[in-house]
């Protein structure tokens, strides 16, 4: 069954960067969609960004378009987020989950439901 584990989290002051690393295991990745979810303590959980299972279609929310990155690397059973530029508000806790494209077929790439295997995740804080 596949397992995705995140990793890459920690403190860092605004403006600066950070990359997060989804890595996969007891199955491939090659057929799913990748998503990235964040979430605060007490509130829901939203989507961030999310990657096809090609790598050639890239959605990221409007928050963080132009300064985070999905990219994939299947050779090495990871998805990769860097994060520019981050500012206090992308303080979360960010978590990966993977999503077969049947289900996105017909709804949003940001719709949790079509999303499972979902990682521990790893915290993100941004602060001076």
């Known amino acids: 069954q596949l397992q995705l584990v995140e990793s890459g989290g920690g403190l860092v002051q605004p403006g600066g960067s950070l990359k997060l690393s989804c890595v996969a295991s007891g199955g491939s990745l090659d057929n799913y969609w990748i998503g990235w979810f964040r979430q605060a303590p007490g509130k829901e959980r939203e989507a961030v960004s999310a990657?096809?299972?090609?790598?050639?279609?890239?959605k990221y929310v409007d928050s963080v378009e132009g300064r985070f990155t999905i990219f994939r690397d299947d050779a090495k059973s990871t998805v990769y987020l860097q994060m520019n530029s981050l500012k206090p508000e992308d303080t979360f806790a960010y978590y990966c989950?993977?999503?077969?494209?049947?289900?996105?077929?017909?709804?949003?790439?940001?719709?949790?439901?079509?999303?499972?295997?979902w990682g521990q995740g790893t915290q993100v804080t941004v602060s001076s």
């Open positions: 989950a993977a999503a077969t494209p049947f289900c996105l077929l017909t709804a949003s790439w940001s719709d949790q439901r079509c999303y499972r295997s």
């Open positions: 990657i096809n299972s090609k790598g050639g279609n890239r």
